[in-house]
């Protein structure tokens, strides 16, 4: 399996911007389709957005579809949130994820087998 291990997260104001990162190791970054997930408090871990393992296609949730922008850097095995507008509501422990399923939509936790140990972000009013 792939190692991942986020960075970025912190405390900032409403409208605020940050970017995560996530860098990958022990197996070949482009062979996986990545994503990001989020708990919030209270919440079950949910879907934040996709990228396809060459970068050519991303696919996001509603709640962050125009502020959040999702990429990759195959060459330095790094995944990437640049997380703009930010929100109180956007508070939560963030995630990516990897799996190497291909050609169906992949937005459940259960079809990602490699996980971060996630990186809190804080967003207040």
């Known amino acids: 399996q792939v190692q991942l291990v986020e960075s970025g997260g912190g405390s900032v104001q409403a409208g605020d911007s940050l970017r995560l990162s996530c860098a990958a190791s022990?197996?070949?970054?482009?062979?996986?389709?990545m994503a990001w997930f989020r708990q919030r408090p209270g919440k079950e871990r949910e879907f934040v957005a996709r990228i396809i393992w060459n970068g050519n296609r991303t696919y996001y949730a509603d709640s962050v579809k125009g502020r959040f922008a999702i990429s990759r850097d195959n060459a330095k095995g790094t995944l990437y949130l640049q997380m703009n507008s930010l929100k109180p509501e956007d508070t939560a422990v963030y995630y990516c994820?990897?799996?190497?399923?291909?050609?169906?939509?992949?937005?459940?936790?259960?079809?990602?087998?490699?996980w971060g140990q996630g990186t809190q972000v804080t967003v207040s009013s």
């Open positions: 022990g197996r070949t970054f482009s062979d996986y389709n």
């Open positions: 994820a990897a799996t190497r399923l291909h050609g169906i939509v992949v937005e459940s936790v259960a079809q990602y087998t490699s």
